[in-house]
């Protein structure tokens, strides 16, 4: 069974920035041969999509309020996809999930799968 493990969250100040990592592992899985993305829900809220990157990285898509601060790359010699954040502000306060992606392109939680357990980031003003 796949596994995802989101890491690198943490409490900080309006303007910081994090790096969030997803390792992935499994019996089957082939962490280079699937493209990956990254959610995220806030409470109360709907999950959200947040970026994507094709299984090579050479192809990467974001939501429109995250362009420009966030980039999303990946390793696949260590199983590792990452989420640099900068300029973080309150709005991305939210659990930040990693999933595989089925359907590049899309933005809609359908088309991805084996979520990982989120990591929670937490952004004062």
């Known amino acids: 069974q796949v596994q995802l493990v989101e890491s690198g969250g943490g409490l900080v100040e309006a303007g910081d920035s994090l790096r969030l990592s997803c390792a992935a592992s499994g019996r089957t899985f082939r962490f280079s041969s699937d493209s990956m993305g990254w959610f995220r829900q806030a409470p109360g809220k709907e999950r959200e999509f947040v970026a994507a990157?094709?299984?090579?990285?050479?192809?990467?898509y974001y939501a429109d309020s995250v362009k420009g601060r966030f980039t999303i790359s990946r390793d696949n010699a260590k199983n590792t996809m990452y989420l640099q954040m900068n300029s973080l502000e309150p709005e991305d306060t939210a659990v930040y999930f990693c999933a595989r992606c089925f359907v590049l392109g899309s933005t809609n939680q359908r088309d991805f799968a084996s979520w990982g357990q989120g990591t929670q980031v937490t952004v004062s003003s």
């Open positions: 990157i094709s299984w090579s990285g050479g192809y990467t």
